[in-house]
């Protein structure tokens, strides 16, 4: 008897959701798809649902920024594994989605074939990252420990750093959160304890230093603000 297996595909790209189905057609299971083109979508079905098996997420979709989103669904949702699948193919942006949890890296060049090999391997209980990437070092101790020290964050502070990063205030971030001023003061405090920093500035740095070191290998900017 086949497998049957609930999967989010979320890009908010509706082609390439087509061409993860297409690929996902080929599978030797009985699947459920849904589908999400912005992170908000991709968090409501997380709630509504407790049988999801897997997320495909694209690291650029709105509502999120870099690494920001695979961060919220770590530590959200830590037993649903989240692999990646982006037209960014950078070696040092798929090593830092693994260190921030990720189940794996596909690259959306990949073949429909070796798409449903990767999807299933971390079916499977396993890792994929593209053949002729090996995990290596990471020379970068300085960064090491910022992403360490980020995947510490609660699924709440990972939204209010988020939101310190787009430059919103305490009162506007309590009114998004549906909380007090002072529980948002409390959040920003455990952050900046979190990350060792003395200040929301330093905060916000810290968090772009990580963006940008991902985004940099693309073409030199910043993924637009959704």
Not at 41 to 70: H, Q, W, Y
Request: one cysteine or more; hydrophobic letters at 45%; aromatic letters at 6%.
């Amino acid at each position: 008897m086949a497998h049957a297996y609930s999967i989010v595909i979320a890009d908010d790209h509706p082609l390439f959701r087509g061409a993860l189905r297409q690929a996902l057609s080929g599978f030797d299971a009985d699947l459920t798809i849904d589908e999400a083109a912005a992170f908000e979508d991709v968090t409501r079905l997380l709630a509504e649902r407790s049988d999801v098996d897997l997320v495909l997420l694209d690291l650029a979709m709105p509502g999120i920024k870099g690494f920001s989103g695979l961060m919220y669904l770590r530590a959200q949702y830590p037993a649903v594994p989240v692999v990646v699948v982006s037209a960014n193919e950078d070696h040092g942006v798929m090593r830092r989605c693994i260190d921030f949890g990720a189940s794996g890296f596909i690259p959306k060049s990949l073949g429909a074939d070796l798409m449903r090999h990767a999807i299933q391997h971390v079916l499977n209980g396993g890792i994929w990252l593209p053949p002729e990437l090996g995990r290596g070092a990471d020379n970068d101790q300085e960064t090491a420990t910022l992403i360490n020290r980020l995947t510490t964050l609660t699924p709440q502070q990972v939204r209010v750093l988020m939101m310190l990063t787009e430059g919103l205030l305490n009162k506007q971030i309590a009114y998004e959160l549906g909380v007090s001023e002072a529980t948002v003061k409390t959040h920003v405090s455990a952050i900046l304890q979190k990350l060792d920093v003395e200040s929301r500035t330093q905060a916000v740095i810290a968090a772009s230093r990580i963006d940008i070191a991902a985004w940099q290998a693309g073409n030199g900017t910043l993924p637009a603000l959704s």
